[in-house]
């Protein structure tokens, strides 16, 4: 069964993510059909406009650590890039991140608006995900958290390359280095966000943007898009984000990762040596 789902109503197309018993992470599967719904909306000249959601209170963790720790289930990883060890932690993260890496690369190009409607939490490559959107929408039970360090990652999922063209470098640093647990409100005042809605209006208020959007100039909107896309220099996205899976599979393989990872399932915060 899949976990994406993918809807129309007229030029308006909706990813939703529905895999709530592991926090709507992806594994292996899921990113793969979010890869395909993604490029099928962004390619799609009928689709004036994409919103990208989770279920009701839930955005997206990023990927699925129980799919790391556990390990593949013998497929071809034959393409994955070298740099990590054979059916190691870093592969297998690989295996993940090319295809959420290829999506957010297809957002970025897309000639039409695609929107995050964030109803919880989004964090690490949930974040990334969120960010990469034109337009972020949130509830007032958002929240945003980087979260990498926190398993001993060094980012991914584009947060690296886009956080400091969104807020800055200061606050980038802080929220790298210090991992604050952003509320919706907070998020906003950041930049890191476009608007915030009460959880009994969010749908309706996401529908309303979207229909204002899809009811919008599509050259014009593909053009403009592109052109800010290019002052904002997303001609070095696709470098940057192999690079990213390269860092973080480098750091997946190491010792502080596997710290971080026995912590995070015993629940508990780690503490590196």
């Not at 720790?69 to 059916?87: C, E, I, K």
Request: net charge neutral.
């Amino acid at each position: 069964m899949s976990h994406i789902h993918l809807t129309r109503t007229g030029p308006i197309a909706t990813i939703t993510i529905d895999r709530p018993t592991r926090f709507n992470s992806l594994d292996v599967t899921t990113a793969q059909d979010f890869r395909r719904a993604g490029l099928q909306c962004a390619r799609d000249a009928s689709v004036r406009v994409v919103i990208l959601r989770g279920l009701p209170g839930m955005f997206c963790s990023g990927a699925d650590l129980k799919f790391i720790r556990d390990g593949v289930d013998g497929g071809d990883t034959g393409y994955l890039a070298p740099g990590s060890t054979r059916g190691g932690y870093g592969e297998r993260f690989k295996q993940i991140l090319e295809y959420i890496h290829s999506t957010i690369s297809e957002i970025r190009r897309a000639p039409k608006p695609f929107v995050a409607a964030v109803d919880g939490i989004a964090g690490a490559g949930g974040f990334g995900i969120a960010m990469c959107c034109d337009l972020v929408l949130a509830s007032t039970r958002a929240s945003f958290e980087w979260a990498y360090a926190k398993t001993g990652l060094t980012g991914a999922e584009s947060s690296t390359f886009l956080l400091p063209r969104l807020i800055g470098l200061r606050r980038s640093m802080e929220l790298m280095l210090l991992n604050p647990r952003l509320g919706a409100s907070q998020a906003l005042d950041y930049g890191l966000i476009t608007a915030v809605y009460d959880v009994d209006r969010f749908d309706e208020a996401v529908a309303e943007i979207a229909g204002q959007l899809a009811a919008g100039p599509p050259q014009a909107f593909a053009v403009a898009k592109e052109l800010l896309n290019q002052a904002a220099g997303f001609d070095q996205l696709d470098a940057h984000l192999d690079r990213e899976i390269r860092e973080l599979a480098r750091a997946a393989d190491g010792p502080e990762f596997s710290q971080g990872l026995a912590a995070f399932f015993d629940k508990k915060t780690a503490t590196f040596a």
